[in-house]
Structures are given as C-alpha cells and as structure tokens.
C-alpha cells in the first residue's frame, strides 16, 4: 500500500526562541514577502523602512516548510505565546492556514479503505454533515478549540464516541418515558441500561458481559476534500448571568476561533466479535441504533445545529427517516448578514497600516446563515421577555432548562437548524453593490430529554416566541436596526447597508401581516399574552409561587435588556426620511445626535450612546433601542424609557407619526 510523502525532518526541528525574522524572500510560510504576517504588498518602496513582523508565533530562523500532508498538529509545534497585540490576530492566520493549505487526501484515503476492508463487506457505511460537526478534540496552544485528530494528525471520530452514541440510542429505545424529575430519569436510565449492556459490555458487568459482542471502528472523512473538512468556526458569548437578583449583562464581544468539520462524509465500519448467526444478528441491531443516533447528533453544540449526521441508504437497506422538526419557517434576511469565523483577505499580506502608521489585521467576515445564531436570538427573547413576571433568578434556572447550560450542565429541550442555508448575495464591497442577502429554513425540534407532559406545551411556546422574535428585531450582526443605507464619512468601512431584517414566509398560517396597525398591535398583545400563559404553565412550580409578582421587579440598571415596567414596546407608522423607515429616521435626526471628536481633534456630530450605544476602547454598550421594519409599520422597543433620551425619542415618535399604539405594558392605549 503506498503511503503519502513523508515530512522533511529537517524542516520540522523547532527552531531556538531567540530566533529573528529571515529576509530570504521565500514564498512558503515564514518567508518575509510571502508569509504570514509578512510585509509584501504594502504600498511602500523596498527602501522603506517596515514594520516590524506581526505574528508572535511564525519568527523561525529556518522556516517550516512541511508538505502539504503535513497535518495542523505539525504546524502547533511552532506556536508561541508571546505577549503580543497581534496574537489573537495570529491565531486566525494560523486556523485559516490549516484550512487553506492542507492536503489530507492520500492519507484519508488510505486511513477510509483501511476500515472498509477491516469492517468486511457490508459492514460499513457512509454519513454526510450537511452542516457541521465538532466531536472530541482538546485546547491547544492559546486554548484554541480544536476538533479529535488522530495520531497522524488526522480529523476522525473515535470509536468510542460511535459506541456511546449507538449505546445511549438503545437505552434511550428501552425507557418507556422520560420522567419530569431528575432521580427519576437517572433511575430509569440505569435500569433500561441494564437490558443492553450483554451487547455493549461494561467493566462492572458479569465476566461473561464485560466484552461487547461488536467491535466499533474510528471514522475518517471521505478524501472529498483536500483538508478533511476541516474548517474555520467561531464561538462569540456576549451575555452573562453576575447575580441572582440582576438581568444578565451584555460582556464585550470576545469572539474565540476555532476548527470544525464542515459538510463532510464519514466512512464508518463495525464488525461483529465473532461470525456466528446471533453476533451477525446484533451488528444489525447495533448498525441500526448507531444510524439513529448520527442522525439525532452527535458532539457538542448539538442542540445549536451541529454534529447531525444522515446516513446513506444501501440499495437492499430500509433506513428509517429522522423525526421531522415540529415548526419549520422559510425565512429571507437582507441587510447586514450573519456571519462565523472572520478571514484574512489575503494570507501573503494580512496586515495593512492605517493612517497612523499601525499595522490593521485586514480581515473580512464570513457570511454563513448559522443555526447557532437563531437559537441565540431566541434565548434572548425568552430571557428579556420572561423577566417581566419572573426574578432574574429563576429566568436563569428556566432558561438552562429550555436551551442548555454549561454550569449546571443541562442539555436544553430546543434544538435549532437552519436548513438549506445559503448566502445569496455577498455583502456590498462598493457603494453600487446590492444589498447582502441570505435564506433559507428555521427548523425546531425537541431534544429527547423533555419530559412527556411538557412537550405539547414546549412546542407552542417555542412556536410563540419564534412569532415574536421575528417581529421585534432582526438576527445576527446589526439585529437591532432594520436594513438601511448609509454613507460613511470613513470608506474604509466598507459596510454600506447598515442594520438586518429578517423577513417570514408570509404564507404561513399566522404569519401574515395586517394592512391596519391596529390589527397587528392586537395580534402582538395576544401573543405576548400566550407565551406567558404558556410558560406559567411549564415553569410549575416556580411561576406559580411567583404569579403575584408584578411587572419590573427585576432590578433595573442602564443598559440592561429587560422588559419591565420600564420599557415599553409601541408600534408606529409615519413617512420614511433619506431611504429609512420612520422609526428609525426619527432616531438619526439631528436633534439626537451630540457633539464628537476623532482622534485627530476635528469636530463632528453622531449618534446619542444612550439611543444608539457606543464603543469606548474595548468596551462595547449595546443601543437599548430595537427597531423592526414591517413595510408600513415599525416595531419599537425602549428598555429603560424612562431615562431622558429615550423618554424624548419615544416623545417625538408619538407626535410625527400617523399610528402609534401602545404594546407593552399590556393594555396601552393609540395615539389620541
């Protein structure tokens, strides 16, 4: 059997930590015109005095240059940690080098016949990611995430994993329902357990059932792509829970990259322990369990979209179909786009100076309808929404019940997908562009750990706080603010459609739009009204205990998301002004706006941070204002409308428009 190019050792002898940067002007990584983080391309002649070299990881004195089998764990043995203003930058150069110049296919290759032939015929099948998976893995060097690589370096799913997930697909065949209590469910779950484990052993079992009765191969990717799949992802947590008596507050966007999997095949092989009749009959089985299992998820973030994999059907094989989702909504976004990992432009010139001399990561965002991000947004909703008749506290405890939680660890009831997701048109590089669009279709299913009696009453909540979502605010990077054009003073920002607006298949029972303002705030007041309904209901004992708390209780501060006695919610319609709907027209009028200065002392006016938020170094203070554009209507909400700007901005809104109705707090009244 051939066996791919092996490394140059030489290349791969770590060089000493006191080494300089080389000027050879090798094209490989390292080469100060063609490596990462080099200098080549910057407008300045060769007599120009450059900057120093940006990337605190990539400063050998003899350059790596591994071959492009070479796997990304070679490529962490020349990682630093130097304290360094370019080292998070670094750690995008580094992932995306990883994706972009890797070529695992002789090796996947080899390693997918390998478990074909271990397998024996018949025995292994194929599963497509139709989005993506993360299994396994650790932190590497500057904890980057980093997906289960193999001793070769190679993406792959362990065995054990396989096993686990076949082994809790059968137990979870064998319990007859989910009990709501906690000691209940574990007692269930070790006495369905006991009924499987002759097939799958256990350590603790009878000497006779210690060994499974099926032998679990890893699972590589198919060679289909050059790098495994191996893709550039992100993880971004902006809210956090700091007392038991406070609404979350909003923590500077840290965004943190990391490897996934994406849109990948798995080839996947078992063998029975032996080829008697009854062990050929259990593969069966076990083969069975496991394909329900992939297609359920697998991995973590399950519940955010990833790790779902679909077997593919042989011709004399009957492969049952997934449970269907239990809501599924075309949607359409435009304006601003969801986006992942962020990219460098150009990996040969990453850096460009800006106008003060200092190196800029010229990097561009991803555009990718993410599944994560929807379920984010929900999460959101039902937290602002829920603290009106909830204390904080207890929203907390809800809210990990429903969509999961790290500590305490629960899996969360919701699970989210966007099917089908696709960019349909860049975001504008030009002032003539069009506007960025993507689509696709919000899916939601139940995880299998909700209990019986709650799931009826989950669907209809999750239903009613989608509704909701989609008519308070977009999704995604700018989510505050309907999709607008905007002119900046600066070209450099090349963001030139400001804000998102995500629009429903309007065709939907429920979802279509009255032509009469006053219909639709009546619509929106009754769906308020039936997500609290509906999560008194699943929240017994807590929301009972607590049906006489009156609205506002939560201990309000400014800036804070929540919807209490404070904020208000209205409805309006008037003329649009320079290309904007009217609520937001009225926002960016002169007279909120204050008085500014750049960097460089010149004065100019902008928008009010107490309307609009603002960014003071790295500290990043969300607008408290959302605006959602219907056509002929707008959707306000103002969290803590008391305070002075927003008091006047909601004023003024009142007096300009043709239609304003009251939302929130229940009961409003129109504009006399």
């Known amino acids: 059997m051939n066996r791919p190019q092996k490394t140059n050792p030489a290349a791969l ?43 605190p990881w990539l400063k050998p004195e003899e350059e790596p240059n591994p071959c492009a089998c070479a796997s990304f764990v070679e490529y962490l043995r020349w990682m630093r940690a130097p304290d360094s203003a370019y080292k998070n930058d670094a750690k995008v150069q580094i992932l995306q080098m990883a994706q972009d110049w890797s070529d695992y296919s002789e090796w996947l290759n080899t390693l997918t016949q390998r478990t074909k032939i271990l397998a024996g015929e018949g025995n ?151 080829k008697s009749d009854k062990d050929l009959e259990i593969l069966q089985q076990v083969q069975t369990w496991l394909k329900k299992g992939l297609q359920a998820g697998i991995g973590s973030q399950v519940n955010a979209g990833y790790g779902v994999l679909i077997p593919h059907k042989n011709r004399t094989e009957d492969c049952s179909e997934p449970d269907p989702p239990f809501f599924q909504l075309p949607f359409h976004l435009e304006g601003q786009l ?63 019940i429903l969509f999961g939680a790290i500590q305490p660890k629960q899996w969360g009831w919701l699970r989210v997908q966007v099917l089908d997701g696709r960019v349909i048109q860049p975001e504008p590089q030009n002032e003539d562009d069009p506007c960025g669009q993507e689509a696709g279709t919000l899916a939601l299913s139940l995880s299998p750990g909700v209990p019986a009696q709650f799931s009826d009453d989950t669907k209809d909540l999750f239903q009613c706080l989608t509704w909701l979502m989609f008519h308070l605010g977009g999704v995604g990077q700018g989510a505050r603010r309907p999709r607008h054009f905007r002119r900046h003073r600066k070209k450099a920002f090349r963001l030139f459609y400001r804000g998102s607006t995500l629009m429903p298949d309007r ?6 739009l009255p032509a009469a303002p006053e219909e639709f705030s ?106 959602a554009d219907l056509d002929s209507y707008q959707v306000v909400t103002v969290f803590g409308a008391k305070h002075k700007p927003r008091q006047q901005y909601l004023e003024v809104l009142r007096q300009d428009a043709e239609d304003f109705y009251t939302i929130w707090p229940l009961g409003g009244t129109q504009k006399p």
């Open 507 to 512: 065709s939907q029972a429920n979802w279509d």
């Open 124 to 274: 292994s099948f194929t599963a497509t990611c139709p989005w993506r998976i993360r299994v396994g893995g650790h932190r590497g060097p500057e904890s980057i995430l980093l997906p289960a690589f193999d001793a070769l370096g190679m993406p792959f799913i362990p065995s054990s994993t396989l096993r686990g997930i076949a082994r809790a697909q059968a137990i979870r065949e064998n319990l007859s329902e989910i009990p709501a209590d906690a000691k209940a469910t574990e007692k269930a779950w070790k006495e369905a357990e006991k009924k499987v484990v002759s097939i799958f052993g256990d350590l603790d079992a009878k000497p006779a059932e210690r060994a499974g009765k099926v032998v679990f191969l890893d699972a590589y990717p198919l060679p289909t792509q050059k790098g495994g799949g191996l893709a550039m992802d992100m993880v971004n947590n902006i809210w956090k829970w700091t007392s038991d008596d406070r609404a979350p507050r909003y923590d500077n966007p840290n965004p943190s990259p990391f490897l996934s999997l994406k849109a990948v095949t798995f080839q996947i092989g078992l063998r029975p322990r032996s």
């Open 338 to 400: 969801i986006h992942g990992s962020q990219k460098f432009r150009d990996l040969k010139r990453p850096y460009q100076p800006n106008k003060y001399g200092k190196l800029q990561a010229d990097k561009v965002a991803d555009a990718e309808p993410r599944s994560v991000a929807f379920k984010s947004m929900l999460r959101y909703w039902f937290r602002t929404l829920a603290l009106a008749y909830m204390p904080p506290k207890q929203v907390q405890e809800q809210e990990a």
């Open 522 to 627: 009546q619509r929106f007041q009754q769906q308020l009204q039936r997500f609290y309904r509906i999560l008194s209901q699943i929240a017994q004992p807590t929301f009972k205990q607590n049906k006489r708390v009156r609205p506002g209780t939560v201990i309000q501060e400014q800036g804070e998301d929540a919807v209490d006695k404070n904020c208000q919610i209205v409805l309006c319609s008037g003329e649009p002004e320079n290309g904007k709907p009217y609520a937001l027209a009225v926002l960016h009028r002169d007279r909120f706006k204050v008085d500014k200065r750049d960097r460089d002392g010149k004065p100019y006016r902008d928008y009010d941070g107490d309307l609009c938020g603002n960014v003071k170094g790295k500290k990043v203070r969300p607008s408290p204002v959302w605006i």
């Open 13 to 55: 002898a770590r060089p000493p930590k006191t080494a300089k940067s080389s000027s050879s002007g090798s094209e490989h990584i390292g080469g100060n015109q063609g490596r990462i983080g080099g200098n080549q391309g910057r407008g300045r002649s060769n007599s120009a005095k450059q900057p120093d070299e940006p990337s």
